[in-house]
């Protein structure tokens, strides 16, 4: 199907993508993102005026978060401009685009802006008072750390999701190192010709702002935190858990950044696309829930079900790319749908370059397009697993007159 709502071709961008504890780590994630937002409408010379509606998509605690979305667009320079905060783990950029597109079909919006955000660094610390607890201490959380580790249904870890999956699957760390240096191959893609892939979406090289976002601190070239890798390299890595399968190589890497996109109708969006000759269309969301730690799987029903919406099947698309926190994602959906590995994530991953939590689906799917738009046109899936062994998935159509 054919919602009444599109991402205008160019009207989006993304930060790199810095590992957690690296040059991003003492940014606030939404006055960060205000930030890059105010810059980005600035190169365009976009007026507030023509914006009705914003979603800011984020998932870890920052001081003063609770004013959400309308403090993001305050900072921005779009007072007057307000919206809903929402969160879905790692599924939060599909969720805030679905989100903006639900608006658009009510009709309360004609132009929404959609921004994820967020920063594992200096993960919050919090405190839940609990007066009847044994003499009256509360409850203590450190919530990057202790969500990583522990889901609260299972008691299980994120990487046990992936061991088990690989267990149930027969996948083993030789298969997943095969995956990890393909992808670390196809990222290189995106760094030829001084970055030329990534200079589509990214503005490079990115001039970083110190904390108080009144002048840069410096700049880098791309994303920080990718770690080069060989075959000799991975041979000697050791599974993270005993008598496991998944090395750190085999499994992406906490990082902090943002990413924004335009969602609007057809009509506005050839105004505000960067080539008017190119349309991005939206055909089907999907969402999925599957057996308690098995995380990995659920992209496959998710992505079934977006396609499903969209009256196409796997082999009616031409891209796919996926949030792969795990190698033994990529696998297992390979092996399940007949879309080969070496076919998917052309250009990057967060695999390779990292998860910041929300933007991670919204950079992978600004990739898609730019996948699609670089080849002329086609189909493309994007699908990523999130906590709680869920996953949501999108389906668009790049179209090139």
């Known amino acids: 199907m054919f919602f009444q709502a599109e991402i205008p071709y160019g009207a989006y961008w993304t930060t790199p993508f810095c590992k957690w504890q690296s040059d991003f780590q003492h940014l606030h994630a939404i006055r960060f993102a205000a930030h890059v937002v105010r810059e980005e409408f600035a190169a365009r010379a976009w007026p507030a005026s023509a914006f009705d509606f914003a979603v800011l998509g984020t998932t870890i605690p920052q001081a003063q978060c609770f004013y959400g979305t309308p403090w993001l667009t305050a900072l921005a320079g779009l007072g007057g401009l307000s919206g809903p905060m929402v969160a879905q783990a790692c599924a939060t950029g599909v969720r805030a685009i679905a989100t903006a597109v639900g608006e658009l079909a009510l009709g309360q919006a004609h132009t929404a802006l959609v921004v994820t955000a967020d920063r594992t660094s200096n993960g919050a610390h919090l405190y839940y008072p609990d007066p009847s607890g044994t003499g009256g201490a509360g409850v203590h959380e450190n919530w990057v750390l202790d969500n990583f580790s522990c889901d609260p249904v299972g008691d299980n870890s994120m990487v046990q999701t992936a061991e088990n999956v690989a267990a149930r699957h027969a996948i083993s760390t030789a298969e997943q190192h095969e995956v990890v240096l393909q992808r670390y191959a196809q990222y290189q893609d995106a760094l030829a010709g001084d970055h030329a892939f990534q200079r589509r979406y990214m503005r490079l090289p990115f001039a970083v702002p110190r904390p108080r976002f009144d002048r840069p601190a410096g700049s880098i070239a791309g994303?920080?935190?990718?770690?080069?890798?060989?075959?000799?390299?991975?041979?000697?890595?050791?599974?993270?858990?005993?008598?496991?399968?998944?090395?750190?190589?085999?499994?992406?890497?906490?990082?902090?950044?943002?990413?924004?996109?335009?969602?609007?109708?057809?009509?506005?969006?050839?105004?505000?696309?960067?080539?008017?000759?190119?349309?991005?269309?939206?055909?089907?969301?999907?969402?999925?829930?599957?057996?308690?730690?098995?995380?990995?799987?659920?992209?496959?029903?998710?992505?079934?079900?977006?396609?499903?919406?969209?009256?196409?099947?796997?082999?009616?698309?031409?891209?796919?790319?996926?949030?792969?926190?795990?190698?033994?994602?990529?696998?297992?959906?390979?092996?399940?749908?007949?879309?080969?590995?070496?076919?998917?994530?052309?250009?990057?991953?967060?695999?390779?370059?990292?998860?910041?939590?929300?933007?991670?689906?919204?950079?992978?799917?600004?990739?898609?397009?730019?996948?699609?738009?670089?080849?002329?046109?086609?189909?493309?899936?994007?699908?990523?697993?999130?906590?709680?062994?869920?996953?949501?998935?999108?389906?668009?159509?790049?179209?090139?007159?």
């Open 223 to 401: 994303d920080v935190g990718v770690t080069a890798t060989s075959a000799d390299a991975l041979a000697a890595l050791r599974p993270v858990v005993a008598g496991g399968t998944v090395t750190f190589a085999g499994q992406t890497h906490p990082a902090d950044g943002n990413a924004g996109l335009v969602v609007t109708t057809p009509a506005r969006a050839r105004e505000l696309a960067r080539d008017g000759n190119v349309r991005v269309r939206l055909l089907g969301f999907g969402q999925a829930r599957v057996e308690q730690a098995y995380m990995p799987e659920a992209v496959i029903p998710a992505a079934t079900d977006a396609l499903g919406m969209a009256g196409l099947g796997i082999g009616d698309i031409e891209a796919v790319k996926t949030h792969n926190p795990f190698a033994v994602n990529d696998i297992v959906f390979a092996r399940t749908t007949g879309f080969a590995l070496e076919r998917m994530n052309n250009f990057g991953c967060s695999l390779i370059w990292g998860h910041p939590q929300a933007p991670t689906g919204t950079r992978a799917i600004i990739e898609l397009i730019e996948e699609l738009a670089q080849r002329g046109g086609g189909r493309g899936l994007f699908s990523g697993c999130a906590a709680g062994d869920t996953a949501m998935a999108l389906v668009l159509r790049v179209e090139v007159a």
